[in-house]
């Protein structure tokens, strides 16, 4: 019984292959929860309404996707940013 935590499953990383969630779209570009939200209600990404939320199916999570891009800082990092003027 000394190594049943490595056995463990691991937790699948939300990726574009699959359904999404608010939370995990407004991570992944890099934008708050509030304003995918706001998309939603506008119409602009269209999500199924499930469970008290939302949830983004993987062609409309790919097309959402593509509308990002990087930017780097002055500091040399780089941070993601989401273009909504193509929505």
Known sequence: MVGWA???????????DMPMS??????ACGVSRQRIYILVK???????P???G?????????RVMGMT??????SGN???RFDFSKI
């Open 22 to 27: 608010v939370s995990s779209l407004a991570d």
């Open 50 to 52: 499930m469970a008290g």
């Open 78 to 80: 780089t941070q993601t």
């Open 69 to 74: 891009h990087h930017v780097r800082m002055r």
């Open 6 to 16: 490595k056995n463990s499953p691991r937790k699948m990383a939300p990726g574009i």
């Open 42 to 48: 506008e119409g602009r990404i269209s999500a199924v």
């Open 54 to 62: 939302y949830v983004i199916m993987p062609n409309e999570v790919k």
